[in-house]
């Protein structure tokens, strides 16, 4: 991959530190996030639940609950800090530029709507200002005829834009039968279409940034690798930045470009997919890669990462690996190791790869 | 057939009744296994796959009768689990336990880890002496890899991993011959989910436990299994050593699950999605092949003739018509990470 600084990025992050507070105490779930996003890559986020990659995801599209509190850190996001911004211009934001779908679909849909109400309404937060003013999708103007060419647009008219661009989007998702569909409830559709439905509704806006949050976790094995070979297609018709976010290390090589590993609130490591399966630098990495049972492996004895992940109320200091990590000395508990690129493209944080360079 | 079989399942069918209208009539059943036949080696760990509603749970809870089965038996060394009357069912129950998926729900969260495991022992008339029981239930908690301190704690005050290692205690503080574990990693973390893995063969090894593993995981159950069983709504589709299963699967169905999964290599080249469509309805199962409408390969004979489970193989039974004609080529997986030096 090409250098840092070469290409455009959509999203930096930095020094993110967001603490929840909760009737045990104070958890300090994110501890300094340093994270880039590329324009137009697909970006995996990994880690074991309460790793704080969902919750890097909630902060970015603002959606932090009421407990949280943002201790530190930036995320600038087209010249602008996102957490500058107020709750209204955020409304804005993930109206227009940002889109996140998330695990469970049910819980995401209304259950009385129909998908094409639902579908259409998104549409029209997105585009009916423009569609009012004249502007319409590229892709359906000759299926509406010339009447388009009038400057005014009645309420019913449109009404049928926002219908065909429905109808594209879900077509986009390879849904048969769309007509059928927009008039379906919910309850109707099994788990895969609900998911495709979420990701139809998230592309219709033509986000610059999709975060997709655990999207396949609920589904059954066959219809996941649908769902997966749906992202792999997608990703050559558009151009928007997509975030997966997974506990699974094989989604993530089958759809992504780059990868950031993540371990109780801090990015561990961050490089190309190529470079993280075939060099993890991580011991933390190295110890999930080698923990996945695979299906050639036969059965011999699994490598696991000794103890389990710590309780972030009272977090182990400097470097939260340190308890667990087979290198782990002195300095892994005083000083925290900062995310450096150990070779281009590729970076880690761990004092492993400091030794030798003084400081 | 070797006389080592530890349990026998013939013919099983556990259908649950759907009732409807005032009269609340049975109109129809859910068919959640239908006919299903196999059977497991002492000693061995047989593996149950299959995705969400294809019955492996069901065929676990009927031969344990959590659920009571419509037909079938299921031979426990010969005798008949299913005819036994319910309250003579405690000593068979002493020998066959279940581990849980949720750790988090099938732990009495107001009672201490030593008063669960003395609770099973003597409940079960495994273990009687009070003295005995204590002594067994520290051996216990040591055996799964916690400590003497553990014992006096209440379920909250332990992680996910730690919580299914005292449920893994809690199953073998009857001292039983046989344990069902149903999805016991599925909600673990990868890093915990190898630490109990590893676990529960030692385990295995150390009290001469028979398994039977169910899981949705194939790679899981690679690990765990020495033969499975792959489940598409209510059959059985095949079973077979767990290496020929991998290596060289036969029916079309399992080929397909096994190239479904992702692999965690970037080299491997990616495939295409093996199956379109989704799972049908169990409520309205397809006629035939139960596997037809998502199947490949699917001709006329399959819509119309439901295939019987056959052995095609010195230990491998197949339920598709074709199964010896199909040639399909060998799934796609991930090679073995070499330890880095």
Not at chain 2, 239 to 263: G, K, M, R
Request: proline share 6%; net charge neutral; with cysteine.
């Amino acid at each position: 991959m090409e250098k840092e600084g070469t290409q455009q990025m959509l999203l930096e992050i930095q020094d993110l530190r967001v603490n929840f507070t909760t009737y045990a105490g104070k958890v300090q779930v994110l501890n300094g996030v340093d994270l880039k996003l590329r324009e137009g890559e697909i970006f995996g986020l990994v880690g074991e639940s309460g790793c704080g990659k969902s919750v890097t995801a909630l902060t970015i599209a603002g959606l932090l609950p009421e407990n949280s509190e943002i201790v530190s850190g930036e995320i600038m996001f087209a010249g602008d800090d996102l957490l500058k911004k107020s709750s209204n211009q955020m409304r804005e934001i993930r109206a227009m530029r940002v889109a996140m779908i998330f695990q469970d679909p049910m819980t995401f849909l209304n259950p009385v709507l129909t998908v094409g109400t639902q579908l259409t309404e998104s549409i029209d937060v997105r585009y009916g200002k423009a569609i009012s003013q004249g502007w319409r999708p590229p892709e359906i103007g000759e299926a509406l005829g010339a009447t388009s060419a009038s400057k005014r647009v009645g309420r019913r008219e449109k009404k049928k834009i926002l219908y065909h661009m429905g109808i594209q989007a879900l077509k986009r998702v390879r849904l048969p039968d769309a007509e059928r569909l927009m008039k379906s409830f919910p309850h109707e559709l099994s788990g895969g279409m609900r998911q495709r439905v979420m990701i139809a509704m998230a592309l219709a806006r033509n986000p610059d940034l999709l975060i997709a949050d655990e999207i396949t976790t609920a589904l059954d094995v066959t219809i996941q690798a649908q769902i997966l070979e749906l992202l792999r297609v997608l990703r050559g018709e558009l151009k928007s930045t997509i975030v997966v976010i997974t506990h699974d290390l094989g989604v993530v090589a089958e759809v992504c470009d780059r990868i950031g590993v993540m371990y109780a609130g801090d990015v561990v490591e961050v490089a190309t997919v190529e470079d993280l399966f075939a060099k993890p630098m991580h011991p933390y990495t190295q110890g999930l890669l080698h923990a996945i049972p695979i299906v050639t492996g036969g059965n011999e004895r699994l490598e696991s990462v000794k103890g389990t992940v710590p309780d972030l109320i009272h977090p182990p200091p400097a470097c939260r690996f340190n308890p667990r990590c087979p290198h782990a000395w002195d300095l892994c508990s005083q000083k925290k190791p900062e995310l450096l690129a150990e070779s281009p493209g590729h970076f880690v944080a761990c004092h492993l790869y400091t030794k030798g360079k003084g400081s | 057939m070797s006389d080592n079989q530890y349990l026998k399942v013939e013919g099983l069918k556990t259908w649950f009744p759907v009732t409807g209208g005032i009269l609340g009539r049975v109109h129809s059943y859910v068919k959640a296994v239908d006919g299903v036949s196999f059977h497991i080696d002492k000693g061995e760990s047989f593996g149950l796959v299959g995705e969400s509603g294809s019955g492996k749970t069901t065929i676990a809870r009927s031969i344990l009768r959590l659920v009571e089965p419509t037909a079938g038996q299921v031979l426990l060394e010969g005798t008949d689990v299913l005819k036994i009357k319910r309250r003579n069912l405690k000593p068979i129950r002493r020998r066959m336990q279940i581990i849980f998926q949720d750790p988090y729900a099938s732990l009495d969260p107001r009672q201490t880890v030593r008063s669960m495991l003395v609770e099973a022992m003597r409940a079960s008339g495994a273990v009687m002496d009070l003295g005995e029981a204590y002594a067994r239930a520290l051996y216990l908690i040591g055996a799964v890899g916690l400590n003497e301190d553990h014992l006096f704690r209440y379920p909250h005050e332990f992680s996910g991993g730690q919580r299914q290692r005292i449920a893994v205690a809690r199953a073998l503080a009857t001292n039983p011959e046989f344990v069902v574990l149903d999805e016991p990693t599925s909600f673990l973390d990868v890093s915990v989910q190898a630490q109990v893995l590893n676990l529960l063969k030692a385990l295995q090894q150390e009290f001469k436990l028979t398994f039977l593993f169910i899981t949705h995981n194939l790679s899981v159950i690679r690990y765990m299994s020495d033969r499975v069983g792959v489940m598409y709504l209510g059959k059985m589709m095949e079973v077979a050593d767990a290496e020929e299963l991998y290596n060289a699967p036969e029916h079309p169905y399992t080929h397909a699950l096994i190239n479904s999964i992702p692999i965690p290599d970037p080299a491997v080249a990616k495939r295409r999605a093996p199956l379109a469509g989704e799972v049908p309805s169990i409520t309205n199962v397809p006629v035939g092949c139960v596997f037809h409408t998502r199947c490949p390969y699917a001709t006329q004979k399959c819509t119309d003739e439901e295939p019987l489970l056959k052995q095609t193989g010195e230990r491998h039974w197949t339920a598709c018509h074709f199964a010896k004609e199909l040639n399909l080529p060998p799934p796609v997986t991930a090679k073995r990470r070499t330890q880095p030096s």
